[in-house]
DNA sequence: CAATTTTATTAAAACGGTTTACAAATTTTA
DNA sequence: TAAAATTTGTAAACCGTTTTAATAAAATTG
């Protein structure tokens, strides 16, 4: 009564072998009828639940996917991860998602983790640093997100990503048609994102025959402990009258500072969209990534990896699509 | 070498028992020193990793807790994710995330998958409904957190929870000690969270001898696909001039509608506080729920539960603290 | 109705670990 | 040095499920 029942419990209470019961509840086609009813009557009645964990021993098997996130406060990743976790259970895979608060320890810990529990695939998007992950993941097939290794690191993976470039360029070039003239950066030292949006910045001003001000440029890889200082520096010291803002976090920093400093003229753009962007006094020129076909583009291709473990790795690019708010 | 190494692959290469492996890698006492250290290099060079799987099997125990929250999108439920994670990493368990975007359905799905996969404990913010808790857990040890099971079910488990209708009547007579005179309510129908916040909204107007109007409690229980109207219905028709919305996702409704209606002197408030507030050209107050401390408390409370089943379940309620941002 | 084919069921062998009972080797004690 | 105590290693049992191969039962055929 206590102990939990196991298929034995249900067979011998039904009458039949465990086998008979392991077809009965999985839809194997060879059973009879009024067994099957039986079994799933008697199943019902114990409170039965096949043992996820016996069974992915014998069948080597999990149907569970792991997803790595680096900051789940971060409203981008959480959208992600929803919209992975609805891909895959529309493919009857479940998620069982970890956060690494952009640690690599914790990134270690949480990839081991996984393997441990046999998932079948692993989703990342990376807290950056040298972590070699052929060497943990094994045979394990993963595809990584957003976050990539470092380029120094070959790995034999799927790359999915957003054309960081592109999208900066075309904000920073929407800030100048806006009227600005003097475009200043503040953007993120390390992550694999940063640095492509620093190219796409510096891709917009050489479009636009601006030259690159390294007065300018010293925001452009701050270490997020400095925005606001940086935020005051570009704007009242080098009279910047545009800013593009690298990411999510430190977008928060200069909205800070922005309500200290009265510049109701800055043309302000920043990459990740965000919802109460709308409720703010100032419009904000942001990329909106196409996070439901990032994720269902995961989740495809990493099934086809699980489905074919020849499949040659590829780096997919999607484009993001500029709000402007005028 | 295409296959994963399993225990006994490790122990053929160091020249040993699979049992002294398993004593060598799970620091038991019983093992030569010299051993122990030929078998961790073993296992290290073959990049063994012991499945979890056939562990849990065999100890009947999986050191995993699994975690229901009603919507990954709402920050509230992100944050206390991310502390109970917290929480439960420091005490040796891992955590197990399921989302299930306020469906019943989907909530049974998640519940139901995790003790297939045989967690230890589970922790629920539960989607409403009459769902019998105790009839699908069956004899695995459960936790309620922020959102309640309803009362009229009765369920033999721990609920923590912030105390609702304390801080909803503090925020209404702050609005009023702010200079509202007539304050309205646009609040959820369903959650159990939005019953108690409706009697504190009650209970402040009760205290300060204010008369309940039905031409404002209207909008007390909304579906959510009405809100704008509602607070047109509010703030024109029926001349409210303070506001209290019950959640998050409402908040974000009102906040779009007072774009349009051009009402600086309206005195708003709302339960759970969120950072961009600060930059809002108007001040919020809301009441911050004791996250850190809700999330502690829970695992505690579920970790004391697996440690004697026979604990008796308890109600506990903290505090929220105000925020005025007058 | 016997022979054959088809369909249902079962017993036993996996799966990959942990643990127990026990034997062997080593050290301590008498 | 023999006996006892301790340390270390081994072999087998076990956890709950699926699967294989063998068998029993039922349905079909000649």
Redesign the pocket.
Known sequence: MSE?P???DVAKAA??????V??A??HS????RA?RQKVQEVANRLG?R??SL??G????QTHTLGMIIPDILNDYFTQLTREIEDAAGHAGYDVLIMNTDESLVKEAHALNLMLEKQVDGVIIASAGGQTDYARILGTTPAIFVDRMPPANIKTPYDRVIVDNVKATCHIVSQLLAQGATRVGIINSAVSFTATERLAGYQQALHDSGIALDSAIEVAARTDNSNVQQMTRQLLINQKCDGLFVGDNTIMEEVLRKLTELNLPHLQLGGFDDQMWFDFLPRPIVTARQPIKQLGQTVVDRLLAHLADPQLAPQEIRLDAQIITRQ
Chains 1, 2 share one sequence.
């Open positions: 939990k196991t298929i034995k009458g039949v072998s465990e086998a008979t392991s077809r509840l999985s086609p060879r059973v009879k067994t039965y096949p043992n016996a069974r021993i014998r069948v080597k």
